[in-house]
């Protein structure tokens, strides 16, 4: 069957990758998570000096911003990819609250999106891809043969992440993960380059009320329709 790209976008912690990692593992798709990108340069800039106490050294990162490495490797236990940055692997370190509410800044600068965009054009080019993100449908791959568009309500999704952060033993409070998403929504909506919106093209969906078994059968309808199209 002919392989296609899939685009997943939506607001933070709404389950768009828990949707497109079961997909792809499904169908043999490559799958990737072009957050943990963002979050990797994140972690980067701040094992690297780059944010002081004036902010962003946005001119340091720039002359570093090509030799930054990243790279996904399939985790035997989990059966899902780990990000790897230059060569080490960070998986652990960048779903931290720290790189949280950091990440949406360093997203917003041009030459770091260009980077990451020009990284994960090239993951996709021979298609059979499931990405999830921000800017997949509109910027990355606005040819996908299937685009969704993720929402719910920010409470129920500050509620997942602080049940997923409880589950892992890391202590954070739930009005600090409720203030983290909506900062992040905010600023990845009103950037200037490739903002968080949904393409023309792309199909909606409110998992407010959905558990993760209907969103999953939700999405192989989809792609089954698209398939026999
Ligand atoms: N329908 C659902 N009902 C309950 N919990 C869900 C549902 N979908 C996902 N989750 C849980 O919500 C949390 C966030 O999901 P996930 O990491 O997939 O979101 P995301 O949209 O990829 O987030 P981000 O963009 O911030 O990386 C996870 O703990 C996941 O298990
Ligand atoms: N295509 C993308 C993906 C992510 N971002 C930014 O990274 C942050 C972290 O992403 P998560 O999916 O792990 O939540 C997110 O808040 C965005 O600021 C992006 O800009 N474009």
Request: one cysteine or more; hydrophobic letters at 35%; a negative charge.
């Amino acid at each position: 069957m002919k392989k296609i790209t899939i685009a997943i976008d939506g607001f933070s912690s709404c389950g768009k990758s828990t949707m497109a990692k079961d997909l792809a593992r499904e169908i043999g798709y490559i799958y990737i998570d072009s957050g943990a990108m963002y979050r990797a340069v994140t972690l980067y800039s701040m094992e690297n000096g780059i944010f002081t106490a004036e902010g962003i050294d946005t001119e340091k990162l720039k002359k570093q911003i090509n030799s930054i490495r990243i790279s996904f490797q399939l985790n035997p236990e989990t059966g899902r990819p780990d990000t790897y940055l230059n060569g080490i692997n960070v998986e652990k370190k960048i779903r931290t609250m720290e790189v949280s509410s950091r990440v949406s800044p360093i997203a917003a600068l041009d030459f770091v999106r260009e980077a990451m965009v020009a990284q994960q054009q090239e993951m996709g080019k021979a298609k059979g891809i499931v990405m999830d993100g921000r800017d997949i449908g509109t910027t990355v791959f606005p040819d996908a043969e299937l685009k969704i568009f993720v929402t719910a309500s920010p409470e129920i999704r500050a509620q997942r992440r602080y049940d997923e952060l409880k589950a892992k033993g890391e202590e954070a409070g739930f009005d600090e993960i409720l203030e983290n998403v909506k900062q992040r929504d905010y600023i990845d909506q009103n950037r200037e380059v490739s903002p968080l919106r949904k393409a023309d093209d792309a199909l909606l969906l409110d998992n407010s009320h959905m558990t993760i078994s209907q969103q999953k059968e939700w999405l192989a309808e989809q792609f089954e329709k698209v398939c026999k199209s």
